[in-house]
């Protein structure tokens, strides 16, 4: 059966490119996927000591509104997130779980002193988006630096692999909506 994925853009954040971001992981999760609008209270979850925003707590807020079983969750914030163990996250996600999280605050080039490059923006929006859905699908990070489950440190790590499953995480999402087989 299909799972619903909302897109849920958090707080008025509403970029004019997330339809891309809803087509092109619909393309690649093989799931129905919508974008929706949130409202959180985000400053309630804003560390003044980090600067940044508890991208746990923000999760557990998130899951707090979802009730559909049938659904996944996934906030989309520009806000710069952190777990506590680590000086950023790009995303979070509970695995095999209803939620997720994606951050765009490092996926920006201005954010390392380069120019503005949308395109770029989008792609590594639908990678982290697809990469917290697979953890939410119960996928663990992948040793192949092609797939999408690669682990990404750093946006650099993010650029290097691509959007889509290798064929082991692919097999293990079990995506119910007919495929064409594949050929060679
Ligand atoms: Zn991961
Ligand atoms: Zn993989």
């Given at each position: 059966?299909?799972?619903?994925?909302?897109?849920?853009?958090?707080?008025g954040?509403a970029?004019?490119?997330?339809?891309?971001i809803?087509?092109?992981s619909?393309?690649?999760?093989?799931?129905?996927?919508?974008?929706?609008?949130?409202?959180?209270?985000?400053p309630?979850?804003?560390?003044?000591?980090?600067?940044?925003?508890?991208?746990?707590?923000?999760?557990?807020?998130l899951l707090?509104?979802?009730?559909d079983?049938d659904?996944?969750?996934?906030?989309i914030?520009?806000?710069?997130?952190?777990?506590?163990?680590l000086?950023f996250?790009?995303?979070?996600?509970q695995?095999d779980?209803?939620?997720?999280?994606?951050?765009?605050?490092?996926?920006?080039?201005?954010y390392?002193?380069?120019?503005r490059?949308?395109?770029?923006?989008?792609?590594?929006?639908i990678?982290?988006?697809v990469?917290?859905v697979?953890?939410?699908?119960?996928l663990?990070?992948?040793?192949?630096?092609n797939?999408?489950?690669?682990?990404?440190?750093?946006?650099?790590?993010?650029?290097?692999?691509?959007?889509?499953f290798?064929p082991?995480?692919?097999?293990?999402?079990?995506?119910?909506?007919?495929r064409?087989?594949?050929?060679?």
């Open positions: 059966m299909a799972t619903r994925i909302n897109l849920g853009f958090l707080n954040y970029p004019s490119w997330a339809e891309r809803v087509q092109g619909a393309l690649v999760l093989g799931h129905p996927v919508d974008a929706v609008d949130l409202e959180m209270d985000l309630r979850y804003y560390s003044a000591d980090r600067g940044q925003y508890n991208a746990t707590l923000i999760l557990a807020g707090r509104h979802h009730s079983p659904s996944k969750i996934v906030g914030t520009r806000v710069d997130l952190f777990i506590p163990v000086t996250v790009f995303g979070q996600a695995l779980g209803p939620g997720a999280l994606v951050s765009t605050h490092r996926l920006r080039s201005e390392y002193g380069l120019p490059d949308r395109e770029r923006l989008v792609e590594r929006t990678k982290e988006v990469h917290e697979g953890h939410s699908f119960g663990v990070h992948c040793p192949d630096y797939c999408v489950m690669h682990a990404a440190t750093y946006v650099e790590d993010v650029d290097l692999k691509s959007s889509r290798c082991s995480c692919e097999a293990q999402l079990q995506v119910d909506v007919p064409p087989p594949q050929t060679a």
